[in-house]
């Protein structure tokens, strides 16, 4: 049988006063707190507003949260209409153990965002 392939769908161009989602689905902000405090003032100085997601500062054990409370956090600000992207503070080594608890269907079902 022939599987379903989907078509690649983009998300439209970042607009110069975005909403940015900020969440760490792998390492949190931990003791970088300060280094973060500065990237987030520089993004609101070109004009974009931030949304922090719930799972971000803390990094426990090289995660900021257990996994399925990272793609919850993940899915929440995809669902926000107004962010128009969702940002990392950095990594993703541990980005790994998200994927078997993101809602696949929700993610597919709803408008493209930037990642």
């Known amino acids: 049988s022939k599987s379903t392939i989907k078509a690649l769908?983009?998300?439209?161009?970042?607009?110069?006063?975005?909403?940015?989602?900020?969440?760490a689905p792998s390492?949190?902000?931990?003791?970088?707190?300060?280094?973060y405090q500065e990237a987030k003032s520089n993004l609101a100085a070109q004009g974009f507003s931030i949304v922090e997601g719930k799972c971000l500062l803390d990094n426990e054990?090289?995660?900021?949260?257990?996994?399925?409370?990272?793609?919850?956090?993940?899915?929440?600000l995809w669902r926000q209409a107004d962010v128009s992207l969702i940002l990392p503070p950095w990594g993703g080594e541990q980005l790994?153990?998200?994927l078997e608890h993101l809602d696949w269907e929700?993610?597919?079902?709803s408008e493209p965002k930037w990642c």
């Open 9 to 23: 769908r983009y998300p439209p161009p970042l607009p110069d006063s975005a909403t940015i989602g900020v969440t």
């Open 27 to 35: 390492s949190g902000v931990g003791k970088f707190t300060r280094r």
């Open 61 to 76: 054990a090289y995660v900021s949260a257990p996994a399925k409370d990272r793609a919850r956090d993940f899915e929440s």
């Open 96 to 98: 790994i153990g998200v």
């Open 106 to 109: 929700l993610l597919q079902s």
